[in-house]
């Protein structure tokens, strides 16, 4: 099993930047990926972006590249997720995620790829 928890979720005005933590604990020698879903009120829980564990390759939503970037620390099992240029449109509820590499037919889009997740954290862009 694998534990995960998130921080740094908070209130910042649009074009403001925050930065997520999310810090792995259990049995994090099998991490495979790691990554980050959010939700909005009313809507479905979308993927935002990934990271492989091992050779740090990243996927992002289209919507936040450029804006968003995924980083790992292996030594500390900890995944980061710097979001600048934050607008109004990515209030939501962080979710981090965990896969083991019995997910790698799952595409690491899928919330179906993650068998590990994080309590969320609130992210809340003002206008």
């Known amino acids: 099993q694998v534990q995960l928890v998130e921080s740094g979720g908070g209130l910042v005005q649009a074009g403001g930047s925050l930065r997520l933590s999310c810090a792995a604990s259990?049995?994090?020698?099998?991490?495979?990926?790691m990554g980050w879903f959010r939700q909005a009120p009313g809507k479905e829980r979308e993927f935002v972006t990934a990271?492989?564990?091992?050779?740090?390759?990243?996927y992002y939503l289209d919507s936040v590249k450029g804006r968003f970037t995924i980083s790992r620390d292996n030594a500390k099992n900890t995944v980061y997720l710097q979001m600048n240029a934050l607008e109004p449109e990515d209030t939501a509820v962080y979710y981090c995620?965990?896969?083991?590499?019995?997910?790698?037919?799952?595409?690491?889009?899928?919330?179906?790829?993650?068998?590990?997740w994080g309590q969320g954290t609130q992210v809340t862009v003002s206008s």
């Open positions: 995620a965990a896969s083991n590499p019995s997910s790698y037919r799952i595409s690491y889009n899928s919330a179906q790829h993650y068998p590990y």
């Open positions: 259990g049995r994090t020698l099998t991490l495979y990926r």
């Open positions: 990271i492989t564990w091992s050779a740090g390759n990243t």
